[in-house]
């Protein structure tokens, strides 16, 4: 009886956890630049049941060679393995301002490995000079004319430096080159992530790489990417689909809800009653 109490137990956390994704999702869905996130919902190893005098619990099926008498098999229940950024380009959104940016995905190399494309980014300075990746284009200036993403953090040129203008009236071409007036500043800076799923996550819509700085898009073969300037790439959470799994997951928690109530009873009536002693 134990054993179905823990199960359903781990499919309620497992229920829980998914729906706190999916509001993430849904609260993101208006943020720019935001990558919906998937989970992986696996189950525990099952154990391979035999007869009550057996010597020694099997846990593998084919131990019921050895004499013991084999009963059936048990799961143990399910769990939230992971949870992964979906890299699908988000659509566009006018915005008419000077410094807002959108990168937009071309033809971009599948990794032999996953059989996925990779995916390219902003390079970002952080505060503590590491090296950072969004697709969040919503830049501003400064108070000394640097070009920073809303938390401050630098934008990056090709070569790696900050990015300083006069002022907001500048314009950036469709391969990424910022000019001011007649003359170019510098070249957005755009990293190439091959394996984008083992990127970390640090909130914001930032990412950051384990294996230290990403390369330079326009140094890697078969990379293809443009800029559009006044533009934004929004999220790409699908609102519907999204609204829908958090219902399905809802209700699934709520039936193992019922069952664990269902044992619930069942351990009492074994204690009030069947323990009883006239």
């Not at 956890?17 to 869905?29: P, Q, S, V």
Request: charged letters at 20%; proline letters at 4%.
């Amino acid at each position: 009886m134990f054993r179905g109490f823990y199960t359903v137990g781990s499919g309620m956390i497992a229920q829980q956890r998914r729906t706190e994704m999916l509001a993430n999702n849904m609260a993101n869905a208006n943020t720019p630049g935001f990558k919906a996130e998937q989970s992986s919902i696996r189950s525990f190893p099952e154990m391979f049941m035999s007869s009550l005098n057996a010597t020694r619990i099997p846990t593998e099926k084919g131990l019921h060679m050895t004499g013991l008498s084999p009963v059936g098999e048990l799961s143990t229940g399910v769990y939230m393995q992971e949870t992964m950024p979906l890299f699908v380009q988000g659509s566009l959104r006018e915005t008419g301002l000077t410094t807002d940016v959108a990168l937009l995905e071309g033809n971009l190399p599948v990794d032999e490995e996953t059989g996925t494309p990779g995916a390219v980014f902003f390079r970002l300075e952080s505060d503590n000079g590491n090296e950072v990746y969004t697709k969040n284009g919503n830049f501003t200036l400064d108070p000394q004319g640097y070009l920073t993403n809303p938390m401050g953090y630098y934008v990056l040129d090709t070569n790696g430096n900050r990015i300083q203008l006069q002022n907001d009236d500048f314009r950036i071409t469709s391969d990424g080159v910022v000019m001011e007036g007649e003359g170019a500043v510098a070249t957005l800076g755009v990293s190439f992530a091959a394996q984008p799923a083992t990127l970390l996550k640090q909130g914001n819509g930032l990412f950051a790489s384990s294996t230290g700085n990403l390369p330079e898009a326009q140094g890697v073969a078969g990379v293809g990417y443009s800029f559009q300037q006044g533009y934004l790439e929004g999220s790409n959470v699908d609102s519907a689909k999204t609204m829908t799994d958090m219902l399905a997951a809802y209700r699934a928690f709520e039936a193992n809800q019922k069952i664990l109530q269902a044992y619930d009873r069942s351990m009492e009536k074994a204690v009030n009653e069947i323990g009883r002693v006239n």
